[in-house]
Structures are given as C-alpha cells and as structure tokens.
Nanobody, 122 residues
C-alpha cells in the first residue's frame, strides 16, 4: 500500500468528518490526488480531486458545496473535509494518486490507498 487513508467513522446526518490520505514514501508535489467512494454492487464514484499544479480542485456533483479537498505538500497529506453528511454518503472512501493532471475516472489513477469506511445514519 503506497497511500494511507484514514478518518472514517460512523456519524449522524448533518455531521462532519475529515478524511486524510498520507503519502509515507513519496513526495506529493508532482501528484494529483483524488477521492473516490464505493458501495457494494455499484461502481466506484468520483468524489473530489486536487490537481498538480497549481492545486485546483474539482468535485463530483453529489458533493459540491459540502465537501472540500485540500493538500499539504510539506506534510505529504491530502484531506477531504466532509460537511452536512447525508445517509447517501455512506460508502468506503478511497484516495488515489497519479502524476500531473487529475482525472475523474478510477482508471486514471495507478496508486490507491486501502479505503476507509464512512457510515452516515439518519
């Protein structure tokens, strides 16, 4: 595993969580990083990405205005701040990385973390 995802948990609707994706052995400066999520029986869904360079971000339609992705190159960490969580946000969340430009398809990324479970109850 080259990326380490953490921060998942069980919360109530309307609560917040912050996920983290760490690069323990790589520099982050040349990589775009994305978050995807997946529920059983469904395809992996794009959530958000922060690009290299200059650090622009993009979001899936279902999370726009509620989730914020950010990166700290010096700490080799990318965060996903999730606010106003909804039951439909329940999924396993994965971080992924690729050099240079970001994409929104899972096939765009070659580096993946192990996933962290987020459960939102109503």
């Amino acid at each position: 595993v080259q990326l380490q995802a953490s921060g998942g948990g069980s919360v109530q609707a309307g609560d917040s969580l912050r996920l983290s994706c760490a690069f323990p052995r790589r520099t982050l400066s040349n990589y775009s990083v994305a978050w995807f999520r997946q529920v059983p029986g469904k395809e992996r869904e794009f959530v958000a990405a922060v690009t290299w360079p200059p650090g622009d971000s993009k979001y899936g339609d279902s999370v726009k205005g509620r989730f914020t992705i950010s990166r700290t190159n010096a700490r080799k960490t990318v965060h996903l701040q999730m606010d106003s969580l909804r039951p439909e946000d329940t999924a396993v969340y994965y971080c992924a990385a690729r050099k240079y430009a970001a994409g929104i398809a899972p096939s765009d990324y070659g580096l993946w973390g192990q996933g962290t479970q987020v459960t939102v109850s109503s």
